[in-house]
Structure formats: C-alpha cells, structure tokens
C-alpha cells in the first residue's frame, strides 16, 4: 500500500510517503505559515520516492484541532488531492496524533495533551493506552486531574505551565515532541487493521471552538 500522510495543523509541517516499507519524510519547522509549502513537500516526497500521486492508495491527514489556517490548509490539499484521483482518505485528531507518537517516543502508555488554543485556552486530551479521551477546548484551569504517573506533552504545557500542572497533577513535561506525518502512516495501517475503512467522503475539520467570533468581540 501506497501511503501519503500530510499534517499542517500545527507550527510544524510535515509530509510523508510510504511506499514499500519505506517512508520519505519532509519537515518544516520555524518557518512562518509553514502550511503554505506544503504542496513543495508533496513534490519532494514524491520526487524522492519516484511515484505519483495515482499510485497512493490512501491518503493519511490530521484534522485538526490547530492553528485555524493550518487545519484549513490541510483539509483543503487533502481534498483536492484526493477529487483529484479518487483516493479514499483517513483523518485523525491532532491531539491524538501527538498522543500516539509522545507514546512511541517515551514509551510511556498515559500521555496528557495540551496544545495552546491561545485566548487563554487549550486543546486537550487524554491519550491511556492507545485510545483518545476526554478532548474539548477548555481553560487550563478546567483540564482533567489524572495524576503524576500521566506525561505532559503540547505547547500549552509552555503557555499556561503553572495553571495545568496545577489542576492536572501531571509533574513532569516533554516539551520537544510535536505531531509529525510519519506517525500517521503507523495510526493509518493500524485504523485498518483494526477494521475501520478508508473514506471518499470529503475529509472535514475538528475545530473544537465555533464561537471564535463571539469570544474576540468580548
């Protein structure tokens, strides 16, 4: 299976397609609206594969929550490139994206997620052995206390440090992963082997915060 995941939801960019067993990555941090160049990647990852966009045979996305225009950015490549070819998609939760690779990375089975929503909020979630729980868009005060044996992970645990300690228990933090494309290939393969199918449905995003207008006039 030919796999070409895309994730821009973030202020990190990444790109990768799995072809073989092998996987050809790009990612693109600390560059402003990184979102924007994510069709480059796609030319890149496919250039160094040597494949086309008619030999993906899924197409693995991250659908937020986000940065507004990054979520949008990455649904809308998506949908265009998956209208383009009839390519059946699959999309996962930001949240549990970063979840599932803070596991792999440290090995650790309870993962507690927050990424800056800004406006003195965050997005949340819990990731316990493999499965996503509890995600809402919430002040840092108002999180879930699950306890010291939890790993912070997200830039909300940068932003708003003392406040989510505090009403998590969570004691320590990594603040170096981040949500990243490759690990939407394993989510992917995982997804369908664990029977859930692939869709042509036009891929939607999770925004969490539909009241952004309301919320910015106060």
Known sequence: MNILAIDTCTEVASVTLYSSGVRASRVLTNVE??????LRLCDEVFSESGKQLNEVDLIAYSKGPG???GVRMCIGVVQGLSLSCSI???GFSTLELLGFRA???LKSEKIAVALDARMGEVYWAVYDHGALNNMKICSPEDVDNVGDNFVGVG?????HHDQLHSASNVKITDLSIYPESSELVDLSIQAIESGQNPTFELPQPIYLRNNVAQKSLK
Not at 33 to 38: D, E, L, Q, T, V
Not at 155 to 159: F, V
């Open 33 to 38: 609206k990184s979102s924007g160049h994510i």
């Open 67 to 69: 940065a507004f225009t």
């Open 88 to 90: 059946p998609t699959i």
């Open 103 to 105: 596991s792999k990375i």
């Open 155 to 159: 830039t909300g645990w940068s932003t």
